[in-house]
């Protein structure tokens, strides 16, 4: 699930949809007015974010609704904060080595 949040935050178009849902549930057409994309292209967007469970979709009639759904952001946080914590201890030691050495 990892591979598929960071596929999905490498675009800007889908980092701003993410920006905009971190306000609160909103309309498929309210989500895509700010871009200069077809409503098309946001959904395609839309889409991929939904495949990587960072926005849940609910239908009422014709309407849909997106939700953010931080869960898989909290996950790759935690996977960026360890990677750092380890390349800064291996840092930390490869920097002793050189001056000690």
């Known amino acids: 699930m990892l591979d598929a ?3 999905a935050l490498a675009d800007p178009t889908r980092r701003a949809i993410l920006s905009r849902l971190a306000q609160g549930e909103a309309r498929v057409t309210d989500v895509a007015r ?3 994309i077809s409503l098309n292209s946001v959904s395609k967007h839309v889409r991929m ?5 960072l926005v849940r979709r609910r239908i009422a009639g014709r309407e849909h609704f997106l939700t953010l759904t931080p869960a898989p952001l909290d996950e ?4 960026i904060v360890a990677q750092k914590q380890l390349w800064a201890w291996r840092l930390g030691e490869l920097e002793k ?3 000690n050495g």
Not at 49 to 53: G, I
Not at 76 to 79: H, I, M, N, S
Request: charged letters at 20%.
């Open 34 to 36: 700010p871009f200069a």
């Open 76 to 79: 790759a946080a935690d996977w």
């Open 5 to 7: 949040t960071l596929a």
């Open 97 to 99: 080595v050189l001056t």
């Open 49 to 53: 974010l939904e495949r990587a469970k």
